[in-house]
């Protein structure tokens, strides 16, 4: 993402939703909760003006509560960020260009972000940029939709993830609570996933993309190519 890290840790709150379990002491109110779905994943897919739970009064802890917690930011959709990165944005060329004509040094944030795209789709863009740049485009053009998809998606359950990891390790007596609640954010973007991968596509759909590209440019030019289609989920 092409923002700080608290910018991004923010939006993603906002996705998933936060749960403050205050100290012991504080019975009061023990439990705060932020609920998810603040930010969708097609706001991160699109981009946009959209509303975030904002740490600026506790940018360490961020225990927010009560009044003023969120804040208008301007997200550029992490769509967009991979097509400008991918086929250029007018100021630079794009990544299949580097790969395919060397035109261009990539940069090492450029070539992790591509070694670290979901389900090796970083590993197709590559071998097709080698292959057949304009092939790489159209390809790229058809599943920035699905990849950033996937990237947001995985990015929220890794967190989620994490945060029930830290609760049932606790012995905090509202860890039971604070775990429901994030059980049910997981639940409600796991429904929101399967909506959007009607939208944008599988995984699954892009390796059977890649596939056809590979296909078709084996009949057009009458050569075997070097490049071996891929089976779902490699």
Not at 116 to 121: F, V
Request: glycine share 8%.
């Amino acid at each position: 993402f092409a923002f700080g890290d608290n910018a991004m840790l923010e939006s993603i709150m906002s996705l998933t939703g936060t749960v403050i379990i205050r100290d012991l002491e504080d019975d009061s109110n023990p439990v705060v909760t932020l609920p998810g779905n603040l930010v969708s994943l097609s706001d991160f897919i699109d981009g946009g003006n959209i509303e975030v739970y904002s740490c600026t009064g506790d940018s360490s802890d961020c225990m927010i509560d009560g009044a003023d917690t969120t804040k208008t930011v301007s997200l550029k959709g992490l769509r967009k960020q991979i097509l400008d990165l991918m086929l250029g944005d007018g100021l630079s060329i794009g990544m299949i260009d580097k790969l395919a004509l060397n035109q261009a040094t990539a940069s090492n944030d450029e070539l992790a972000f591509v070694s670290n795209l979901p389900n090796s789709t970083g590993s197709l863009v590559r071998s097709l940029a080698a292959l057949n740049p304009s092939s790489a485009r159209l390809f790229v053009n058809e599943a920035a939709g699905a990849i950033a998809l996937n990237m947001v998606y995985y990015l929220g359950q890794d967190m989620l993830r994490a945060g029930k990891q830290a609760l049932s390790n606790s012995r905090n007596p509202h860890a039971r609570q604070a775990l429901d609640i994030l059980n049910e954010s997981e639940q409600r973007m796991m429904q929101d996933y399967q909506v959007l991968s009607d939208q944008y596509g599988s995984l699954p759909d892009l390796i059977r993309d890649y596939n056809a590209i590979i296909e078709a440019l084996t009949d057009t030019s009458g050569l075997l190519i070097s490049v071996p289609p891929l089976a779902d989920g490699q």
